[in-house]
């Protein structure tokens, strides 16, 4: 991460205020400054709570206009003008308008080298700040950079984690998101931007979440938003976007509700794209109901032949024994109890094929079978 976007916490700018009043307390001056460059800007970062001290917090000034603090960053040096009127070099700087004509000042620097400001003391008097005073306003820039050690150090750490998190989320398609209900302000990570389609350069508000909501689900968004903002309650649900290209996608919204000490209360959640799990689903679904196809024909194949085979059986006795029968009438005379005993064993085929057919009614029918006499 630059330094240039890293910022100093309000606990480090409290202890760095204490910093500058004990310096001009012991130092015995009006002013005593932490600068902070801000191109084309230098800006009081902090300044002492000392009588006398024209300068406030937040103030800006032009750089290239000679301060006495442009040089120390410029030259990385300390700066020492005991009186600037007698200095041809700066009985011009601006700060004399001020009546600071003496100065002492060390430049300040972020651990890569790039120059925060500087630490400075100023005075309306001639001024050769003694030995021990230079040590002393030293020793308190020293401070100040440790600071900014521990701050690049921690400003790395969390961006390597919130670079992992960016990655973790790409890779499992689920983004983060917080809503804060009083004023509507919607915060997406960068996978929750692309999984609802919309450029990380929008504020992305309530209404355009409900623009991308398919619209047979769009009353179901609506009605869970009203709920949780009404009652300030978790909510778990599924819905599908529609895209701007007309594609589906189906998303898991899951979210929780944390208040704070004025009674307002925000959301924060995950958004998670299972358009492909949803996918997935379907396949395993369609593949399940071909698997049970497949079962149920092979199953009506092996039926088909089983029926064949037991119907098969008293049909061709059926036609040998009526076969039989016409034989025996044929002769001369007619052997009528031969053909009897024909007719007889025809009758007791069929009746064989009869209970085959009513048991395989009863199987279908899933009922008790019952014989025939």
């Known amino acids: 991460m630059s330094t240039a976007v890293i910022q100093v916490p309000f606990e480090i700018v409290q202890k760095w205020q204490e910093i500058v009043n004990i310096i001009a307390e012991i130092i015995h001056v009006p002013s005593a400054l932490i600068m902070k460059v801000e191109p084309p800007n230098i800006k009081v970062f902090v300044s002492s709570e000392s009588n006398g001290n024209p300068y406030e917090r937040d103030e800006l000034a032009p750089l290239n206009t000679g301060l006495y603090c442009e040089t120390v960053m410029k030259t990385r040096q300390s700066l020492l003008v005991p009186d600037a009127l007698r200095d041809e070099e700066w009985k011009s700087n601006p700060d004399i308008k001020l009546g600071m004509i003496?100065?002492?000042?060390?430049?300040?620097?972020?651990?890569?080298?790039?120059?925060?400001?500087?630490?400075?003391?100023?005075?309306?008097?001639?001024?050769?700040?003694?030995?021990?005073?230079?040590?002393?306003?030293?020793?308190?820039?020293?401070?100040?950079?440790?600071?900014?050690?521990?701050?690049?150090?921690?400003?790395?750490?969390?961006?390597?984690?919130?670079?992992?998190?960016?990655?973790?989320?790409?890779?499992?398609?689920?983004?983060?998101?917080?809503?804060?209900?009083?004023?509507?302000?919607?915060?997406?990570?960068?996978?929750?931007?692309?999984?609802?389609?919309?450029?990380?350069?929008?504020?992305?508000?309530?209404?355009?979440?409900?623009?991308?909501?398919?619209?047979?689900?769009?009353?179901?968004?609506?009605?869970?938003?009203?709920?949780?903002?009404?009652?300030?309650?978790?909510?778990?649900?599924?819905?599908?976007?529609?895209?701007?290209?007309?594609?589906?996608?189906?998303?898991?919204?899951?979210?929780?509700?944390?208040?704070?000490?004025?009674?307002?209360?925000?959301?924060?959640?995950?958004?998670?794209?299972?358009?492909?799990?949803?996918?997935v689903e379907e396949q395993v679904h369609r593949a399940r109901a071909d698997l049970a196809h497949v079962a149920r024909v092979t199953t009506l194949g092996e039926l088909t032949a089983a029926i064949a085979h037991e119907i098969n059986q008293p049909l061709t006795a059926l036609v040998t024994q009526g076969s039989a029968c016409l034989r025996w009438l044929a002769r001369e005379p007619p052997n009528l109890g031969k053909g009897r005993s024909s007719v007889e064993a025809m009758i007791n085929s069929g009746m064989r094929a009869a209970e085959v057919i009513s048991r395989l009614r009863a199987m279908m029918k899933k009922s008790p079978h019952i014989g025939t006499c």
């Open 102 to 279: 003496s100065y002492l000042g060390f430049p300040v620097t972020w651990p890569d080298g790039q120059i925060f400001g500087t630490i400075c003391v100023l005075d309306k008097k001639e001024n050769s700040y003694s030995d021990l005073y230079r040590k002393f306003v030293l020793q308190c820039r020293d401070v100040l950079q440790a600071d900014l050690r521990a701050l690049a150090r921690l400003s790395g750490e969390l961006t390597r984690s919130e670079a992992y998190l960016e990655e973790a989320q790409r890779l499992s398609h689920t983004g983060s998101f917080g809503w804060r209900v009083s004023t509507g302000e919607i915060v997406l990570s960068k996978e929750s931007f692309r999984i609802f389609g919309y450029d990380q350069s929008l504020a992305v508000t309530l209404d355009m979440v409900l623009q991308r909501a398919h619209p047979e689900d769009r009353a179901l968004v609506q009605t869970t938003l009203d709920r949780a903002s009404r009652d300030g309650k978790d909510f778990d649900y599924e819905y599908r976007l529609l895209m701007p290209d007309d594609s589906i996608k189906h998303v898991h919204i899951v979210a929780h509700a944390v208040g704070d000490q004025a009674d307002q209360f925000e959301f924060i959640g995950a958004v998670m794209d299972v358009t492909e799990a949803r996918r």
